[in-house]
């Protein structure tokens, strides 16, 4: 076997968009036109193919990050073909292959959002035409800035009432960045709204047949051309800055072929420093095919990106930096970024290729988790079907059927050339509630759903306490909890009740304390007998739990150790203050006494937690509390309003930036403080302002605070 498309034919995209833009609806029409998909499906009747689980279908939202692959030749060259033999022709001439990273659009999965941008090298970027760029577009767009993913524009529902190319172009330059150029204009609006043209070749378009798969060229509206020709003048002079000699050649009256600029503005749209706006309506069937033929012309090919971002890890044998070429002929590299649960073959890891080759019966080591794993199956994932394959190359994007130990950001290689590419960093999860099976047949539903959700999320974690039953699930946020509870229900039956959300607050000590602990009991029968001297020493943030054994000449003898600390840790993790765990305490047991007959470990470790709790209740206990990083993007005119707010809630400003026309705020807020911030921001900022939010660190909590935490109140 061999790679069916050479490297630079490839395109690994995301469709970035808020919620409502459009990103279902073109990516649908996406895989219609590339004859992936053989029915168009409204979004509305919930047939679109992306959106194929139950849930994200009544939610309107997208919540997990599927991978699809489909095939495009520029429009530019099949719409003048006759015949078949000539598409045949363009077809082996100019096919790429593009791979569709599904992108959450809904703010509160930051982890979805950042893992699927990790792995893909350019993004579609959907506006509504009507809103233009609204407060989601402008978080989605941060946070793809922040990993400099080269983009393109399209604004969409081009036929809605009120739609304009003018107003949410301009809302682009004021709010994103002044880099967006318009390399379409449209031809009338809303139900006008008839075609687009092309400013860079100069060439006006329509759409026609059923939906609108026929692409005919049409005289430029005469109404038109002075915009037009406006248009591709100012197209060109950004195009020509960016290059030296054109510049000269365009200042010295020469025309410049369209190759030449079409090339130009690939390498500044690749570089980040032009974004090519299009325009269109996925619905009505007008503009989509042209976008696709944009994401070949300017979004980049692994190869390109690997350019500004190249392939580094760290050699697990040597321990030195490693960089990968995306080449087939280097060692594996890859990265499973997302683990799925299929209704038809159970446990999917997707992965992302970027050097090498991975092949269906071999042996793959996940350097990650440092163990190795056989490749039952290998799938290419289309829309509506899975197709087996036996190998895949460095670009591509597939799934591994029944994985066992692998888990997203985990980085798979070959066993003899071991490597860990940097890490996809998850924030830690900081709030939690209790969950309560009704039944003991939903206790083992519970627990096999628990593991399942575990698997797939990063950020979604799963505590329990054996004895009692109890089990508390912790999650990013509010909104992040509820979809897995719903989804505990849903897709795995499990009726239970469920706690109110709640701030993981921790506990520690300020102070160095030494304790005792016995634990004698002499009613009839064999009696009880533990011993512990302790002493506790506060540790610095984020160590943990130490334990140092200084037990001398057998005072206590060694099988009791063990059950010592074991009690230590158990008492640790009821806390003191509040009932939170106790973290950053070093505790040492440096003496004891034990009994021939009647010591046992049971006695060992009840004497080990009667300790520590005597010990920490005078060393000066404290409640912890999270404190998040928060960023809030507005205009100025609400700027007051914003840092005032942050202040009342405990929050310090840490920095005060411009971004393009808006402001940015950066605070450090303690968690407890956020509850219902983005409908408080919403009002406050007339729907301007956005938000972002990540766990920074845990810091002690003024008394008052601890007080209302004690006594329930927060
Ligand atoms: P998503 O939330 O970004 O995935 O957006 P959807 O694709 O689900 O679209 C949201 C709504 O906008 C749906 O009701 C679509 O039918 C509608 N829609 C999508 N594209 C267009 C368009 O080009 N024109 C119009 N008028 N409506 C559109």
Redesign the pocket.
Known sequence: MARAYPLNKYRNIGII??????????S?RILFYTGISHKIG???EGA?VMDWMEQERER???ITSAATTCFWTPARYTRLAKTDEERAKLKAEYEHRINIIDTP?HVDFTAEVERSLRVLDGGVT?FDGVAGVEPQSETVWHQADKYAVPRICFI?????MGASFEKSFNSIIDRLTPNAIPVQIPIGAEENFKGVIDVLEMKAFEFNGEHGEKIDEVEIPADLKTEAEKRHAQLIEKIVEHDEVMMEKYLGGETIPVADLRAVLRKATIANLLIPVFC?????NKGTQLMLDGVIDYLPSPIDINESKPIKGTDLATGAEVIRQPNDNEPLTAVAFKVATDPFVGNLTYFRVYSGIIKKGSYILNATKNNQERIGRIVRMHANHREDVEEMYAGDLGAIVGLKNTTTGDTLCNPETPIVLEAITFPEPVISLRIEPKTKNDQEKLGMALKRLSDEDPTFRVTGNSDTGETIIWGMGELHLEILVDRMKREFNVEANVGRPQVSYKETIKKDAEAEGKYIRQSGGKGQYGHAKIKLHPLEKGKGFVFVNQIKGGVVPQEYIAPIEKGVKEAMARGIVAGFPMTDVEVTLYDGSYHEVDSSEAAFKIAGSMAFQEGAKSASPVLLEPIMKVQVICPQDYLGDVTGDLSSKRGRIESLNDRGMMKVVDAMVPLSEMFGYATKLRSMTQGRGSFTMEFSSYEEAPKSIEQQVIEGKK
């Open positions: 968009a808020h919620i409502d833009a459009g990103k279902t609806t073109v649908e409204e979004v509305h679109a309107g939202i997208t659009g959907v969409n529902k081009m036929d809605r269109g309506t996925a619905l009505r």
